[in-house]
């Protein structure tokens, strides 16, 4: 693999956040905390897939995990304050998109 000059923060963060689906469940997250199965139902993202992305943003400290101690156990997936930092970010790619996209 070549090697580029670029910021290494950059690049590690345009290797997490391009991961496909990864902005789109952030996007979903952006509207307040959400179940697995609402979040799921959402987009067209598989259940393993879904859990992937959603370990690694847990990992990196963008998403948190929440387990209520409820019969039946639910769990809800929130932003974090570093994932609400993103939103900037989301809502400028997609006013692009609706300007330059059809």
Partial sequence: ???TKLCPRLSKAMELLGKRWTTLILYQLLEGPHRFNEIESALPVSGRILSERL?????EGIVE????????VRVEYSLTEKGVALEGAIREIEQWSQAWLK
């Fill in 65 to 72: 995990r929440k387990v209520y101690s409820e019969v039946p």
């Fill in 1 to 3: 693999m070549k090697e």
């Fill in 55 to 59: 370990k690694e943003l847990e990992r």
